[in-house]
């Protein structure tokens, strides 16, 4: 779901300029978000006291998530879909195109199943239904690709 997905030998924050992703820090280990900045870019789509009620429920979580590189890209041997958020300002319509022709560039079999919807980063608290939807309707199109 609007999704940073590196290459294998890449991170995440090798993805992303410096200064870029402010309204976080790394603090001994950990990723301490900033709430009210988290809040506008992530939750766009909710009313800024919604945003920010989510955002304060975050907790720190270990930086090696945004630091290691990947070291296997599942994307090789799997079928990829990409719930493709149109109306993100954080992992951008931009940065998520460029993101999904780095992984179709080392895929071998089919290319990446892009599902567009009009919403904001964190679509599964502005938009729980349509998450709903999509997941179901990307199972649907797995079940039927295999013949079960």
């Keep these: 779901m ?3 997905v590196g290459l294998e030998g890449q991170s995440v924050k090798d993805m992303f ?5 402010d309204f976080f820090r790394v ?9 009210a900045r988290s ?23 270990p930086a090696i998530s945004f630091t290691q590189s990947l070291k296997c890209g599942a994307y090789k041997a ?16 931009e940065v998520q195109n460029k ?6 560039s080392e895929m071998s079999g089919p290319k990446v199943k892009r ?3 009009r919403s904001d980063h964190a679509i599964n608290a502005s938009h729980p239904k349509t998450v709903v939807e999509v997941v179901r309707k990307v199972l649907e199109m797995q079940k039927n690709s ?3």
């Excluded at 300029?17 to 992703?21: H, K, R, T, V, Y």
């Excluded at 603090?27 to 709430?35: P, S, T």
């Excluded at 870019?41 to 955002?55: R, Y």
């Design 27 to 35: 603090e001994a280990g950990y990723m301490v978000m900033d709430a």
């Design 78 to 93: 799997v079928a990829v879909s990409y719930l493709f958020c149109e109306d993100d300002t954080l992992v951008t319509p």
């Design 2 to 4: 609007t999704a940073v």
């Design 115 to 117: 599902h567009p919807v």
């Design 17 to 21: 300029a410096d200064g870029e992703l």
């Design 99 to 104: 993101i999904i022709q780095a992984l179709e």
């Design 146 to 148: 295999e013949g079960v």
């Design 39 to 61: 809040a506008a870019v992530a939750f766009s789509d909710l009313s800024p006291e919604e945003g920010l009620a989510l955002a304060s429920k975050m907790p720190d979580h």
